[in-house]
């Protein structure tokens, strides 16, 4: 089927008609174009979205307290919520489907960090050692704070690298000691977190530790936990698993929006993904159509070309051609247009994202726009079907060319 | 004749066969039961004025077009109802086609014209290149291989023609009006090729409605209104003269 001789066939005829060939592949080149510069910024997009998700868990569940809002069992509503070191217990006992859990403790007011002669403030985050699991956080020195940080109130720290490079400028900081609001704290580890530069200013502490050293008692400010892989339904019946164990506790309305927030990021996540998925179908679609819209032109000049040729494919015929052999000169020439012409337009499109690329400096929603090799082998085999589409339809009309109507004299 | 006491297959055989076209709500009877038969070699010309159904007994001749009733013999083999595919490879392999205008294809050279049959045939370009020239030869244009049909007169255009039908060696030449398009010396010229070709031993049948060119031929068939009229032979006098002994040589060489 792919002999030389039948390309040499479709040369001859692409070579007589120029002008007919470039315009048709212009249309297919163009729509490619389009098709591959609307995925690419669909790409860019995702990529720009998902690179706000880095930072924290996306099977995370964060559940802060606030203030009640509805009258309960005669309780009058405006009464705070304060989570203490049972709720964290009863969570992590009772519910079902938490797989890491830690609570949050904040330090009251400005903390001053020491060491040496040099003083910092930095964020200070009283933890539980499952927190490593809540923020990515990566050890870069040492370790993550443990159980028996815990257990035995030890006061450790675990320091971001840029407190180390503001405090200790290069010497090592493992088994120094840190001063914050004055007490001695020992480092035992230094980590890195690519949320970004405020992330990596942060200083964790063994929460039972700080609360018995800066007067927390068992008060905890916030209870954070993941749920494994969870599906979004499981995460939200883990949510309000949650939510009527600590309303049980707390004396408020279940149904009392106000008094504690829960933020469940699996459903934000799948938001997120629905929406990338929603985004990519439509930037198929409009590619898709575009590309179309490039087909029927290939087809419709096809549909001429045979017209044209109707006497030379009479001939053809009578001299042998079988309507198959017709079918085929028609169909390859086809395919090899918009497969030609379709590649300049690919090459174009991967052109175009890259000065995208290069344009516009990664903003929050838009970043690295590009390609992929299965987007770039999809598009490739999109053409091959788009070609034998735009050929089929003039193909079966060359085919059914009688050669005494072709023939007839004028 | 004497040729004809021992008579051998026939090459063409018609029987009873008749051929009706739909014009809108209109039904055109064009043929209306011909019996014909053709022996191989025969050199027959078929007159008639225009309607009288010379052309569309051509096409059904030439498998280009079906009949509704009737037997169509071609070397032998039944031609009734046959699938496009099937038509085609039996046209290239027993029938040559010589045209009024000529039907060359316009942006292919002479050479590649000629060598256009065998394409389809599956003969490797290098051959069908070499044997299209030697045809070309044969007609006389050897030294116009590489022009485009319009730098060719029109006799020098039909004589590619002629080489085309023959390049796939045809058991039988249909010629619609093959001088129709060219002045009178060229068609006595022309005509002479044809019969040439004829002595090498390939039937042939020419549609004319030139009274000049039908005596130059063996056999001479009238249709009037879709029937046969007359069938009748030229006098031997007016019989073909012998191929030129080179030319045979060719010929013999190449069949």
Request: net charge positive.
């Given at each position: 089927m792919f002999s030389l001789d039948t390309w040499q066939e479709i040369f001859d005829t692409i070579s007589k008609n120029k002008l007919r060939t470039l315009l048709t592949g212009f249309s297919v080149a163009w729509g490619i174009l389009m098709l591959i510069v609307l995925l690419g910024s669909g790409q860019g997009l995702s990529r720009g979205v998902e690179y706000g998700f880095r930072d924290d868990a996306t099977n995370s569940i964060w559940v802060r307290s606030g203030q009640t809002s509805v009258p309960h069992k005669g309780l009058r509503p405006g009464r705070n919520v304060q989570f203490t070191n049972d709720d964290y217990d009863v969570v992590k006992?009772?519910?079902?489907?938490?797989d890491h859990i830690t609570s949050r403790f904040f330090i009251r007011g400005n903390v001053a960090v020491t060491y040496g002669d040099r003083t910092s403030s930095f964020n200070i985050r009283s933890v539980h050692p499952d927190h490593q699991y809540l923020e990515k956080t990566e050890m870069v020195d040492g370790r993550f704070l443990n159980p028996m940080d815990i257990e035995e109130h030890r006061k450790v720290a675990v320091i971001g690298v840029r407190v180390k490079d503001q405090l200790f400028r290069g010497k090592d900081p493992i088994g120094e000691y840190i001063r914050i609001k004055g007490v001695p704290f020992q480092v035992v580890g230094v980590f890195t977190d690519i949320g970004g530069e405020g992330e990596q200013e942060v200083i964790y502490l063994p929460i039972s530790t700080s609360q018995r050293t800066f007067g927390g008692a068992n008060r905890v400010a916030m209870i954070m936990m993941t749920v494994g892989d969870a599906t979004v339904p499981e995460s939200q019946a883990i949510a309000e698993d949650l939510k009527l164990r600590i309303a049980e506790r707390h004396d408020f309305d279940p149904n009392d929006a106000r008094a504690v927030f829960i933020s469940n990021a699996v459903e934000g996540f799948q938001r997120f993904v629905d929406l990338m998925g929603g985004i990519r179908m439509f930037v198929w679609v409009i590619g898709v159509g575009t590309l179309l819209a490039g087909v029927v032109g290939v087809s419709n000049i096809m549909l001429i070309a045979v017209k044209e040729r109707t006497k030379e494919i009479g001939i053809r015929k009578a001299l042998g051609a079988t309507p198959w052999s017709v079918m085929k000169l028609v169909l390859q020439e086809a395919v090899l247009v918009t497969s030609v012409a379709g590649y300049f337009g690919l090459v174009a499109g991967v052109g175009v994202l890259e000065l995208m690329a290069g344009g516009l400096r990664s903003s929050d929603f838009f970043k690295d726009p590009a390609v992929d090799f299965k987007v770039a082998v999809s598009a490739t085999a999109l053409l091959v079907l788009a070609g034998a589409i735009a050929g089929f339809f003039p193909a079966r009309r060359a085919a059914a060319i009688r050669p005494v109507e072709a023939l007839r004299d004028e | 004749m004497e040729v004809r006491s021992n008579p051998a297959p026939a090459m063409l055989s018609l029987r009873g066969i008749h051929k009706t076209y739909s014009v809108g709500a209109n039904r055109l009877h064009v043929l209306k039961g011909i019996d014909l038969t053709i022996a191989p070699g025969e050199l027959v010309s078929i007159m008639g004025a225009s309607g009288s159904g010379k052309s569309t007994l051509l096409n059904v001749l030439g498998l280009l077009d079906n009949y509704d009733t009737g037997e169509y013999y071609l070397d032998g083999q039944l031609i009734k109802d046959l699938s496009e595919t099937k038509s085609a490879v039996l046209r290239s392999q027993l029938l040559g086609f010589v045209f009024q205008s000529f039907n060359l294809i316009h942006f292919k050279t002479a050479v590649e014209n000629v060598a256009l049959p065998l394409y389809y045939q599956g003969v490797p370009r290098r051959e069908r290149n070499r044997l299209a020239e030697e045809y070309l030869a044969r007609v006389g244009l050897a030294d116009r291989a590489g022009h485009l049909p319009r730098e060719l007169s029109g006799g020098q255009q039909q004589r590619v023609a002629i080489a085309r039908a023959l390049i796939a060696k045809p058991k039988v030449i249909l010629a619609d009006e093959?001088?129709?398009?060219?002045d009178s010396q060229t068609s006595i010229e022309l005509m002479e090729t044809l019969r040439e070709i004829n002595a090498s031993g390939v039937t042939m049948l020419i549609v004319t409605h030139e009274r000049d060119i039908a005596a130059l031929t063996q056999r001479v068939i009238r249709l009037r209104d879709g029937r046969i009229e007359g069938d009748e032979r030229n006098q031997p006098a007016q019989a073909p003269v012998p191929a030129p002994p080179a030319l045979a040589e060719v010929s013999a060489g190449l069949s």
């Open positions: 006992s009772g519910v079902r489907g938490v | 093959p001088t129709g398009a060219l």
